[in-house]
């Protein structure tokens, strides 16, 4: 992302590196004025053991209390100004240095015929109160999220994981607007070779900005173009501490609600933390019905229109006649048909995310009634569609990953036109194709379709099954000993 179409980048081209370095004031604060043309930077003028000082910072990062309990502070210390400035600042020449730290909340000083700039803390750490995570809902996991500050986050992740190898490790991506990414992992039980692969993918990101985790995670990805999603984020604390201590790295950046995953895998998309919090049939219940609902989601739409279409001999007899009853009045084919449905229910679906909470349950409910009802008896759809249609949506809602229920929207398109064209057999094609995509899938050297392709045993007992957590646990703590 370009920011104010590249004018940064000639920026560090045409000034000094480092500020003046007699200790001319007059000539910091110009450059300060020519780095910050802008109205909410804010000076103090000081008089520090008889020399003039300026103080710089934006107003809206500072906390103007910090602020001048430095300033009382400065001026009771000025017989002791070096220890104090020891003890409380950093000293620092470089611009960029200056410029990165005032863009972060700190204040700083200019002191006459001092060569260097002195760096306080004044940040005004803005964080909103922890609230109940909004996406990915859970029963009986926890009832707080991850904030937009890295280093809360990482203090709650340490309230989940309360061992002392539990590390964390801090860079800087975005060439301009440059954010802080900090991986978290747990020594001793993550892989070496993913540590320093997802370490040499993140160097190598030259974005000039990087808003959100959503975008980190994109950036990340070796297959943009792939219809599924191969990284997985989530909100939620609990389930990144259940990541962590299966070996996995978390990716937390800064002014982010959410973490990153990494690696994921297929299925990862379709695990809940309710399924570690129930018993083991009804979590392994949980998981099959995800599964169920995938293949609905992706197909059900596509059988329909194959059977209608072309093999509507394998449909039994009563049936078939009921479903020809309904097509009787309707005009278009069963493609055309299925497709004004699923746009129009993807039209719903939008509307209820954008419109305030209490406008998009009444748009959602009394929409999709009126708009069904009125097409039926409009002829413009037939009732099965209809029955087809719902039955895809409520399968997507039962997908816990929302970008894994919103790719698989996306792809049922191409399977219905599949099968509109070439019956079942179109069906099969447009199988065997996911799942030779799925196959060539990787990220950080980790299939997309492990534990099963490649296979790996000791993995199956926590896929579509899991097994009991007193065995789960002790088979995890002997693989790690």
């Known amino acids: 992302m370009d920011l104010q179409n590249g004018s940064f980048k000639n920026k560090y081209k045409i000034r000094s590196s480092t500020i003046n370095i007699d200790g001319n004031i007059e000539e910091n604060e110009d450059l300060i004025r020519k780095i910050f043309s802008t109205s909410d930077i804010r000076k103090k003028i000081l008089v520090i053991n008889k020399k003039q000082a300026f103080l710089f910072y934006l107003t809206g990062l500072v906390d103007e209390q910090k602020v001048d309990s430095f300033v009382n502070n400065i001026s009771a210390s000025s017989d002791e100004l070096e220890l104090f400035m020891s003890n ?26 001092e060569p260097a700039a002195f760096i306080y803390s004044t940040e005004n750490l803005m964080q909103r109160p922890f ?58 039980v993550v892989d070496e070779e993913l540590l320093s692969s997802i370490q040499k993918k993140i160097s190598e990101i030259k974005e000039d900005s990087i808003l959100n985790v959503n975008q980190l995670a994109q950036l990340l990805e070796r297959n943009p173009i792939s219809p599924f999603p191969q990284l997985l984020t989530t909100e939620r604390p609990d389930e990144a501490a259940s990541a962590l201590l299966k070996g996995r790295v978390i990716l937390i ?68 006649i009921s479903i020809g009853e309904s097509r009787t009045r309707v005009p278009f084919d069963p493609l055309v048909e299925a497709i004004i449905m699923e746009i129009t229910l993807e039209m719903l679906r939008e509307a209820g995310i954008r419109l305030p909470a209490p406008i998009s349950t009444t748009v959602g409910v009394v929409g999709g009634i009126v708009i069904g009802q009125a097409a039926v008896q409009a ?42 064209l070439f019956g079942l057999i179109g069906l099969v094609v447009s199988t065997m194709v996911l799942i030779v995509h799925g196959l060539t899938l990787t990220n950080f050297n980790t299939s997309y379709t492990v534990p099963f392709s490649p296979l790996k045993i000791s993995q199956l007992n926590d896929t579509l099954f899991r097994i009991p957590l007193r065995f789960l646990w002790n088979k995890k703590n002997k693989r790690n000993e």
Not at 386 to 414: D, H, K, Q, W
Request: overall charge positive; hydrophobic content about 45%; charged content about 15%.
């Open 88 to 113: 409380n600042a950093v000293r620092s020449n470089k611009i960029v240095d200056i410029e990165k730290s005032i863009l972060e909340g700190k204040s700083i000083l200019f002191l006459e015929n």
């Open 131 to 188: 609230s109940p995570p909004t996406i990915d809902n859970s029963l009986k996991g926890t009832k707080i999220s991850f904030v937009e500050t890295y280093q809360t986050n990482i203090a709650l992740l340490r309230r989940y994981i309360t061992t002392s190898s539990f590390r964390t490790h801090q860079t800087e991506i975005g060439t301009e607007n440059k954010r802080t990414v900090s991986l978290a992992y747990i020594d001793g």
């Open 253 to 320: 950046l800064d002014r982010s609600a959410e973490v990153v995953v990494l690696p994921s895998n297929f299925l990862s998309f379709f695990q809940s933390i309710d399924d570690y919090s129930s018993r083991t049939l009804v979590g392994s219940f949980n998981r099959i019905l995800r599964v169920v609902a995938f293949f609905i989601t992706l197909f059900l739409p596509g059988l329909y229109i194959a059977i209608i279409s072309f093999n509507y001999e394998i449909v039994p007899l009563k049936l078939l």
């Open 379 to 420: 002829a413009i759809v037939s009732n099965i569609m209809v029955i087809v249609v719902a039955l895809t949506a409520i399968s997507s809602f039962i997908i816990p990953n929302f970008e894994m229920a919103s790719s698989l929207r996306i792809v049922r398109f191409p399977i219905m036109v599949m099968a509109s």
